[in-house]
Each structure stands twice: as C-alpha cells, then as structure tokens.
C-alpha cells in the first residue's frame, strides 16, 4: 500500500467517495445515481457559463463577425491556430468556412495553421516550438487578413507570438481563451473571447459554440451585402 493510500485508510469519507482505493467496490445503483447526479451538474455548469458568457459578451461576438466579414469583403483569408483539443477547434474554424453546409453560403478562404506537420515539427525542432504559429503567420499572412487562436488558459506562448507577429503585419488578431484571459487578454488584440470558467471542458464547449455563431453572423453579414439575405436565415 503506499503512502497515500495508508494516510487515507480507516477514514471512512474517502473510503465512501473513492472505495476503488481500499479494495472495495461501490453498490451498483448507488454508483449509476451518483452517475446520473454528475451529468446533470455538468449540463447545468455548462449552460450557466454559456448563457453566462453571451448576457455580458454577446455584443463583442456580433464586433468579431463584423471584423471577420469586412476581412472576406476586402479579398482577405482567416487563419486559424491552437494546441492540443483547441488544435482540433482551429480545424474546426476553418473547416466550417472553406465547407459551408448550409445552402446559398459561399465557400470562403480559411488556412488551418496546425496542419502543416512537416512545418511545424521543422520550425519547432530548429527555432523552438514557441515559434511554430509565428513563422507561418510571416509565410502565409497578408496584411488585412484575420488570425483566430484558440487556448483554454489564453498563456500559450506559440499562440501569443503568433498574434504578435499578425498585429506586426496588420492581420486582424481574434483570441478564443478561458479563465481570466492569460496573456492573450494582455496584448491588445482586436477581440478576446474569454470564457469565465477554470473547467477546460466548458471552456472548449463554449468556444465550439462561439465559433459556430461566428461563422453563422459573418454568412449573415455577407448575404446582407449581396440582398439575399433571406437566403439565409435559419
């Protein structure tokens, strides 16, 4: 037994809460309704901080759009960047608008920055990983373009010299964080997201919802320009 375990023995609390620990098991339809109780709690937590975000912030969702339709208007491209899950998310971004699924939405030019691994694993192998998102942005940014990075704490450093380097070359700087914000809320990008919760679960959900309602503003935007608007509403 180690240290740990032999700290915790013959408390009865803990053997109750984690009896896995002690040799034990838990009743059956004791551990389904605890289950069911933790999912419940979590789709509460997760439409408190959403409904949360969108009272106090919903207005600098509909400025970001603004700014992401007036970069496609002036013939200029979304690149998107992030790590880990909120790698997956930038994917996501850019995805969602080089395929527009819904019908009478244009396709529009988005570069997902994490792709590239031969680029990234060069860079960060010979310069740091710090420099990954900064060095594509010089290779594939052009003034007037928007940059979007996705990160739960907003402190990744890869991101924040990514931003940097963008508002150097005049790109647009969009930042999706969680938490109090990190370093991206710092350094005066054009719009910071930030998700008020210390949970990375509801902070990546959030953003996934954000980035959709983006997308859906920014098609809105256009249409309205084009006076098919109605085309697409949903």
Known sequence: ??????????NPALEGLYPFLHGGKQD???????????VQQ??????????????THGQDVV????TIADVYRNDGRLLTMGNGGSSCDAAHVAVE?????TAGRPALTAINLTSDMTMMT????????????SRQVIAQGRKGDCLIGLSTSGNSDNLVNGFQKAKDLGIHTIGFAGMTGGAMAKIGLDHCLVIGSQS??????????IYHILWDLVHTLLADDRGNLNVVKN
């Open 63 to 66: 400025d970001a759009a603004k």
């Open 97 to 101: 608008f080089q395929h527009p699924i």
């Open 1 to 10: 037994m180690s240290e740990d375990n032999k700290k915790d023995s013959g």
């Open 28 to 38: 059956p339809a004791q551990l389904n309704a605890a289950l069911l109780t933790s």
């Open 200 to 209: 990375i679960h509801r902070i990546q959900e959030c953003h996934l919802v």
């Open 122 to 133: 060069a860079v960060g192998n010979d310069i740091g990983f710090q420099h990954v998102y």
């Open 42 to 55: 979590k789709a509460e937590d997760h439409h408190s901080v959403l409904d949360l975000f969108f009272e």
